[in-house]
Nanobody, 127 residues
Framework: QVQLVESGGGSVQVGGSLRLSCVAS????????LAWFRQAPGKEREAVAG??????????HYGDSVKGRFTVSQDNGKNTVYLQMNSLKPEDTAMYYC??????????????????WGQGTQVTVSS
């Protein structure tokens, strides 16, 4: 069973930065692709960023609202995926979730493709 544990959330002011971490454990075959989602109150959960690697390359994907501001990375030795968030805006306020899926056909995919989810970490951006 895959387990995902997020950390690093908090409160920052507009323009600030935060780095989220997600430590993954369990069978690697079902967590080939890791991604970050977020959900604000009253809104649908949306994909923020995702990452996966093959033997040659690492592939990162981003939602349109965070391109150029957020960077996803991973440390395979630590089974950890990171989300560096810069130039934060009030609209980035949400609960951020780490998610895993077995197959990586490209892009961020849909929510239903992700079988494992973390408990979430709250990010609040104030002006």
């Amino acid at each position: 069973q895959v387990q995902l544990v997020e950390s690093g959330g908090g409160s920052v002011q507009v323009g600030g930065s935060l780095r989220l971490s997600c430590v993954a454990s369990g069978p690697r075959v079902v967590r080939n692709c890791l991604a970050w989602f977020r959900q604000a109150p009253g809104k649908e959960r949306e994909a923020v960023a995702g990452i996966h690697s093959d033997r040659v390359n690492t592939y990162a994907h981003y939602g349109d609202s965070v391109k150029g501001r957020f960077t996803v990375s991973q440390d395979n030795g630590k089974n950890t995926v990171y989300l560096q968030m810069n130039s934060l805006k009030p609209e980035d306020t949400a609960m951020y979730y780490c998610a895993a899926r077995a197959f990586c056909p490209g892009g961020l995919g849909s929510i239903r493709e992700y079988a494992a989810w973390g408990q979430g970490t709250q990010v609040t951006v104030s002006s």
